[in-house]
T-cell receptor
């Protein structure tokens, strides 16, 4: 099965950019997602990218995909205290029903 | 309001006592999944369902059962719970594969 790895913690100052990284093993993952989990809550989809894309931008969020290195990153511009949360990357194959494999999650802490 | 509901939200039980965690969605979604979230391990998929009476194992199905008799409901059954099933459980649903999954608020289960 797929392995998805993330670093556990990231600390940034308010107003700086945050970059959260993710590596995955299964090159057949067709969809790659970023989810956000705030304390005590479920997961909320932030953005996703198809494997035939290299980059996707959505307001303050930029997703970069390096298929050769199986590396996915999420950049948050102008990070705010409200961005403090756990961020999960996840991958899923085409036609895999809803079989997603999630990373371990990165705890983002935004300091004033 | 479109939502995924889970009950109960918190449950403390003893080893071996059968329990059911209910999950219901009001969005007419075909796909539903159960995940467990453990520190340092992220979310791991337990079971998923692509439609009524169609279910399949995820990454960690041992010790769990599911059923999908109606489109809106996807209960998770622990026939004989053990302490290693102490975890935070999430139910999720989506309209199809490769699209946003909507997560429930979570059920925190403690098995003593």
């Amino acid at each position: 099965g797929e392995d998805v790895e993330q670093s556990l913690f990231l600390s940034v100052r308010e107003g700086d950019s945050s970059v959260i990284n993710c590596t995955y093993t299964d090159s057949s993952s067709t969809y790659l997602y970023w989810y956000k989990q705030e304390p005590g809550a479920g997961l909320q989809l932030l953005t996703y990218i198809f494997s035939n894309m290299d980059m996707k931008q959505d307001q303050r969020l930029t997703v970069l995909l390096n298929k050769k290195d199986k590396h996915l990153s999420l950049r948050i511009a102008d990070t705010q205290t409200g961005d403090s949360a756990i961020y999960f990357c996840a991958g899923g194959p085409w036609g895999g029903g809803n079989k997603l494999t999630f990373g371990t999650g990165t705890q983002l802490k935004v300091e004033l | 309001e479109a939502q995924v509901t889970q009950n109960p939200r918190y449950l403390i039980t003893v080893t071996g006592k059968k329990l059911t965690v209910t999950c219901s969605q009001n969005m007419n979604h075909e796909y539903m999944s159960w995940y467990r979230q453990d520190p340092g391990l992220g979310l791991r998929q337990i079971y998923y369902s692509m439609n009524v009476e169609v279910t399949d194992k995820g990454d960690v199905p041992e010790g769990y059962k599911v059923s999908r008799k109606e489109k809106r409901n996807f209960p998770l059954i622990l026939e004989s719970p053990s302490p290693n099933q102490t975890s935070l459980y999430f139910c999720a649903s989506s309209l199809g594969t490769g699209v946003e999954q909507y997560f429930g608020p979570g059920t925190r289960l403690t098995v003593t």
